[in-house]
Antibody, heavy 123, light 107 residues
Framework: QVQLQESGPGLVKASETLSLTCTVS????????WSWVRQPPGKGLEWIGN???????NYSPSLKSRVIISVDTSRNQFSLRLTSVTAADTAVYYC?????????????????WGKGTTVTVSS | DIQMTQSPSSLSASVGDRVSIACRAS??????LNWYQQKPGKAPQVVIY???SLQSGVPSRFSGSGSGTDFTLTISSLQPEDFATYYC?????????FGQGTKLEIK
């Protein structure tokens, strides 16, 4: 079955860059869109951005100036970089697959998620 | 940006109850609306996509309705495993957004 696994440092210093990787197994990264979502402690879900295997991206307007999502098809991975982090970026970070359903229209939803990785920004 | 607003923010109910959670979009999103269930310490799981389509493997007591700006998630007869936080999410825009969540608690 399809599995996603986030990896990266659990602790990042303020003003530095957060870097995470999502490794996909059981599916080709070249067939789907992929997402990053985060959840600050005790708060709700926040969409960060999407990427297609071709490299086309969409980012949350609130994070757009600081975020880059990239894909490595040879490793079946996609990655998140968030620059100039502050304590407000402390969160559990999830990667997810965007499944596509075609009826009369084209629908996307996040059907497979990683377990999440906790990133703490320290001062 | 499309803002998603859920109500209520929290809800207490008993096993066997019928409950509904509302989600309102700041503009029309047709039926590009998904619902997710999240249990403590776990990743979210989709329950409904395209406003009313039941994800494979999800019990039929879950249903979704609505179109345009107003949507509802209904659980027809609450089971112990349904107590969780539920989020709506729009995919009408290429810039996705989630509602703030509704925590469903045991009365």
């Amino acid at each position: 079955q399809v599995q996603l696994q986030e990896s990266g440092p659990g602790l990042v210093k303020a003003s530095e860059t957060l870097s995470l990787t999502c490794t996909v197994s059981g599916a080709s990264i070249s067939s789907y869109y992929w997402s990053w979502v985060r959840q600050p402690p005790g708060k709700g879900l926040e969409w960060i951005g999407n990427i297609f295997y071709s490299g086309s991206t969409n980012y949350s307007p609130s994070l757009k100036s600081r975020v880059i999502i990239s894909v490595d098809t040879s490793r079946n991975q996609f990655s998140l970089r968030l620059t100039s982090v502050t304590a407000a970026d402390t969160a559990v970070y999830y990667c997810a697959r965007l499944n596509k359903v075609t009826t009369d229209y084209l629908y996307y939803y996040m059907d497979v998620w990683g377990k999440g990785t906790t990133v703490t920004v320290s001062s | 940006d499309i803002q998603m607003t859920q109500s209520p923010s929290s809800l207490s109910a008993s096993v066997g109850d019928r409950v509904s959670i509302a989600c309102r979009a700041s503009q029309s999103i047709d039926n590009y609306l998904n619902w997710y269930q999240q249990k403590p310490g776990k990743a979210p799981q989709v329950v409904i996509y395209a406003a009313s389509s039941l994800q494979s493997g999800v019990p039929s007591r879950f249903s979704g309705s609505g179109s345009g700006t107003d949507f509802t998630l209904t659980i027809s007869s609450l089971q112990p495993e349904d107590f969780a936080t539920y989020y709506c999410q729009q995919s009408y825009s290429t810039l996705y957004s989630f509602g703030q969540g509704t925590k469903l608690e045991i009365k």
